[in-house]
């Protein structure tokens, strides 16, 4: 008997008429092997997104960028932190005057959280940003000048504790700022904190400071600012002694003017038996909060008692000085454009221009 092909409709023999293929499916698009580069190849998610059967987009290799003759490449185009803090402060005068000779500023005040490391820092980073050359000594333990000017100071690295204990030459100690030109520091660690006891029995345990100053080359220095911790023991006098003038942040608050009296007294003693030069040079009123009216009776009392060598500039609170120094940064680059950022410049430009070298508070 003859057998029906499989499927067929027909009843003819197998072979008695041609098999004809059945009519492709009009959505059925061929399947091309994937041949190209692995940059060419589209995931099948992508395919269904877009709609089967479209083409593929090819990579055009990207002409290289043609830098016209002369121009500066965008690697020489980058703006150190120096050169952006003074574009945005919009500084016309490049250059502030330098003193005649080098001037040794203590930054003092016993008490605590008044601006004084927040001061010295960026006071010194505004009179380097402005032509001089600044070096800042860290005299506290804590470090925290150290820390804001970005220098290594974990335990063992040289530091002002090695000069004042070890005798170590100050040259052996002071870095360089990376940020700013012309900015130098001298780091304190937290061995600091041992050399109040560690100096006691040692022989003019009180000049230690002022002898490794006058050992160091400060000829090519214009200003060297001395960030005391929040005491009155031998480190504050250490520092004291090697000044000719001191400064006091004094914050706008009533228990700021409480130890002010023992501070005076202090410089007074250190001034008659230790360092006839000293003077009280500067006082600089901080954290200011106009919102107040304690903030404007402390500030008048102040200017009442000192008389010219308050500065006119007056520090608000704000909050870029305080988040400045976690980036390693003073608020001067941190900033520029900041209100505490402007405060500190308009002060460092009274000091640059004469405030503090005549006048003395009683």
Known sequence: MEQEAPGSQGGGPVGSRPMVPAPARPDAVPVVPDTGPVGNRVPAQARAAVGEGLPVATDVPASPQVVPAGAASPAALAVSPARAALAALGETEREWPRPPACRVITIANQKGGVGKTTSAVNLAACLALHGSRVLVVDLDPQGNASTALDIEHRTGTPSVYNVLVDEQSLDGIVREVAAIPGLYCAPATIDLAGAEIELVPL????????????NYDASGLDYILIDCPPSLGLLTINALVAATEVLIPIQCEYYALEGLEQLLRTVDLVKGHLNPELRISTILLTMYDGRT??????????????????????????????????????????DPGSSGAQAYLDAAREMAFGAGLGGSAG
Do not use: K
């Not at 022989?203 to 006058?214: F, T």
């Not at 903030?295 to 000085?321: C, K, M, N, W, Y």
């Open 293 to 334: 009216r304690l903030a404007a009776q402390v500030a008048d009392e102040v200017r009442e008692h000192f008389g010219d060598v308050v500065l006119s500039a007056v520090i608000p609170r704000s909050v870029r000085v305080s988040e400045a120094p976690s980036y390693g940064q003073s608020v001067i680059t941190y």
């Open 203 to 214: 022989v003019a345990r009180e000049a230690r400071l002022n002898r490794s100053l006058a």
